[in-house]
């Protein structure tokens, strides 16, 4: 084969003529970087969301502690104590518990400023779990358990929202 006939084929398996440059080593991998830092805010989530379950829980027992324990303080002259909280006097304070609540969750609600595809996704999950404790409560006004079950949920809404909040004077703290 003449000279000519090879350097035309060459070029046509090569045409940019890569071949002819030096070889390089490639530059230091950063996956290892990369994967460290979504780790760390994988892990900041984690903790926040622990952090936000843990406040709510404790919202929870502590309400629980101040609405279903009754310390009656010892009286003086021995006497027995004749005053005794009835279910419906806890109830009512549950009932006002509630609407306090929802008061806060309207102020929250008229707030400027939008929230996350997740959060507004856990809004909706738990304003339609709300909705069906209050048809369980049309039928027994008095569950202690259902009015304690809709508080957890109002207290989780309200948690929600501050969270946003949090989340928005941060970003504008930032600017």
Known sequence: MNY???H????ERDPLNLRGLPLVSPPQDDWPAIQTALIRQTNRRRMTRLAAGSLAMAATVALA??????TPSPD???EP???VETGTNTVKSLIALSQQLESRLRAARSEPGGM???ALIYQVELEDMVAQVDEELSMNPDSLELWSHRINLLLDLDQLY???LRRDYQRMASL
Do not use: C, R
């Open 4 to 6: 000519a006939k090879v």
């Open 8 to 11: 035309i084929m060459e070029k």
């Open 65 to 70: 502690v101040g609405l279903f324990v009754n």
């Open 76 to 78: 003086p002259l021995g």
């Open 81 to 83: 104590d004749t005053v």
């Open 116 to 118: 996350s595809t997740e």
């Open 162 to 164: 501050q969270n946003q």
